[in-house]
């Protein structure tokens, strides 16, 4: 076997090189799986923000406190902030959602028309788990990913969640909080690198594109 083919040490020492490198590979895969953009960022470019923690709960989200991800459950924000601070790269990246007519809000008259508007994260959360877990086999033992909406919603189909109710989530490895959940300003972070968000409201011929966002926070 040779060197190369060995698997990393997990937590092993990385060189700025293969760090780079490994950044490099993880834009490239974000893209393959199904990103339009993504983009290699500075942790520090993140912020968390308790208004944006509040606007799950005011006006209320119809998932809060559905799933053990979504407030009031998710992870405290004094946490999620001492925590992402100790990162410095992240792999952040965005879907286009399309067709936008099938996902806007209020959209749908039959039950699983009215699920798959809720369910337009799932794209940009598969790609946060594969991603995440490609940073973990390289030897990333802290990579955490997150993506976007309730997986109650984009894992679960809107079926009641199974943590709270018997304490087996359905999806112990790809459910997590989404980003708004921990607080991260989502559109402060699009705005950073130049990506559009718009509120996919009213008259939707107006609305240029829709996108689901995720982020990966490597080393
Ligand atoms: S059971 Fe479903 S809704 Fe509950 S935490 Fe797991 S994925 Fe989320």
Same mark, same amino acid.
């Given at each position: 076997?040779?060197?190369?083919?060995?698997?990393?040490?997990?937590?092993?020492?990385?060189?700025?090189?293969?760090?780079?490198?490994?950044?490099?590979?993880? =834009?490239?895969?974000?893209?393959?799986?199904?990103?339009?953009?993504?983009?290699?960022?500075?942790?520090?470019?993140?912020?968390?923000?308790?208004?944006?923690?509040?606007?799950?709960?005011?006006?209320?989200?119809?998932?809060?406190?559905?799933?053990?991800?979504?407030?009031?459950?998710?992870?405290?924000?004094?946490?999620?902030?001492?925590?992402?601070?100790?990162?410095?790269?992240?792999?952040?990246?965005?879907?286009?959602?399309?067709?936008?007519?099938?996902?806007?809000?209020?959209?749908?008259?039959?039950?699983?028309?009215?699920?798959?508007?809720?369910?337009? =994260?799932?794209?940009?959360?598969?790609?946060?788990?594969?991603?995440?877990? =490609?940073?973990?086999?390289?030897?990333?033992?802290?990579?955490?990913?997150?993506? +976007?909406?309730?997986? &109650?919603?984009?894992?679960?189909? +809107?079926?009641?969640?199974?943590?709270?109710?018997?304490?087996?989530?359905?999806?112990?490895?790809?459910?997590?909080?989404?980003?708004?959940?921990?607080?991260?300003?989502?559109?402060?972070?699009?705005? &950073?690198?130049?990506?559009?968000?718009?509120?996919?409201?009213?008259?939707?011929?107006?609305?240029?594109?829709?996108?689901?966002?995720?982020?990966?926070?490597?080393?």
């Amino acid at each position: 076997m040779s060197r190369q083919d060995v698997a990393r040490v997990l937590g092993g020492l990385i060189s700025e090189e293969t760090l780079r490198a490994d950044l490099a590979l993880y =834009h490239k895969l974000a893209l393959d799986w199904g990103a339009s953009a993504a983009a290699i960022i500075p942790a520090s470019d993140v912020t968390i923000d308790e208004r944006v923690r509040l606007k799950c709960i005011v006006p209320r989200c119809l998932r809060a406190g559905e799933s053990p991800n979504c407030p009031p459950y998710a992870p405290e924000l004094d946490l999620v902030r001492r925590a992402l601070e100790r990162f410095s790269w992240a792999i952040l990246f965005k879907c286009d959602v399309e067709p936008l007519e099938m996902y806007a809000p209020g959209r749908g008259t039959t039950q699983a028309e009215k699920r798959r508007t809720l369910a337009f =994260h799932e794209k940009s959360g598969e790609i946060v788990y594969k991603l995440e877990r =490609h940073a973990y086999k390289d030897g990333y033992y802290l990579a955490m990913g997150f993506g +976007g909406g309730s997986c &109650k919603d984009y894992l679960c189909q +809107g079926l009641i969640c199974q943590y709270l109710d018997s304490g087996r989530c359905r999806f112990p490895h790809r459910a997590r909080p989404a980003m708004e959940a921990v607080g991260i300003d989502v559109i402060a972070l699009l705005n &950073k690198v130049e990506w559009n968000a718009y509120a996919l409201l009213d008259d939707l011929s107006t609305i240029p594109c829709a996108v689901t966002v995720g982020i990966v926070f490597i080393s």
